[in-house]
């Protein structure tokens, strides 16, 4: 079946940093991917979106490109700040109303 | 601008005891899922309804039941509470074909 991983965490970075989290897919079909992020006590919020191969989401600076010869969509911010701390998710829409796949979530701290 | 509301926010049950669960979203999305989130398992699929008038499992629906009351709203009924079931709750909805889900803030439920 469809799945998604992505890199273990938790990720620590001081502020301005680059920021890389992997996320590869497998699925049958021609996906849409997602990137979710998670803020402490909240629930997810989407971030960004690509629904076709070489598409490139981008949101508050975080981009990711869609790869169909690699089947990844690698979450990328060139300088990250405190409030950039959270979790990430990277996740899948299979198609037509089947739910999301998500990966285990990925957690960053950005410190001062 | 109330998207999906959950409640309760917190609940904190006995062993056996029984609870239910409301969502509700205002943006007359078709469908609508529930999930629980556990650390280092990152979001489960519990159960989802495609449409109202249909549910059907997800992941892990053992110890759980779904009503999909009406287009908006969409309850999760713990029948005999287990410590297991310890977790947080998350509510989501989407529209038709690809669009992203949009999530509650989560229900934060402790089984003693």
């Known amino acids: 079946g469809d799945s998604v991983t992505q890199m273990e965490g938790p990720v620590t970075l001081s502020e301005e940093a680059f920021l890389t989290i992997n996320c590869t897919y497998t699925?049958?079909?021609?996906?849409?991917l997602f990137w979710y992020v998670q803020y402490p006590g909240e629930g997810l919020q989407l971030l960004l979106k690509?629904?076709?191969?070489?598409d490139k989401g981008s949101n508050k600076g975080f981009e990711a490109t869609y790869r169909k010869e690699t089947t990844s969509f690698h979450l990328e911010k060139g300088s990250v700040q405190v409030s950039d701390s959270a979790v990430y998710f990277c996740?899948?829409?299979?198609?037509?109303?089947?739910?999301?796949?998500f990966g285990k979530g990925t957690r960053l701290s950005v410190i001062a | 601008n109330a998207g999906v509301t959950q409640t309760p926010k917190f609940q904190v049950l006995k062993t056996g005891q029984s609870m239910t669960l409301q969502c509700a979203q205002d943006?007359?999305?078709?469908?609508m899922y529930w999930y629980r989130q556990d650390p280092g398992m990152g979001l489960r699929l519990i159960y989802y309804?495609?449409?109202?008038?249909?549910?059907d499992k997800g992941e892990v629906p053992n110890g759980y039941n779904v009503s999909r009351l009406n287009k908006r709203e969409f309850s999760l009924r713990l029948e005999s509470a287990a410590p297991s079931q310890t977790s947080v709750y998350f509510c989501?909805?989407?529209?038709?074909?690809?669009?992203?889900?949009?999530f509650g803030d989560g229900t934060r439920l402790s089984i003693l």
């Open positions: 996740a899948l829409a299979p198609g037509g109303n089947t739910p999301l796949v």
């Open positions: 690509a629904t076709k191969a070489d």
């Open positions: 309804s495609a449409s109202e008038g249909t549910t």
């Open positions: 989501a909805s989407t529209g038709t074909g690809e669009q992203p889900q949009h």
């Open positions: 943006m007359n999305h078709n469908s």
């Open positions: 699925a049958t079909g021609y996906p849409s």
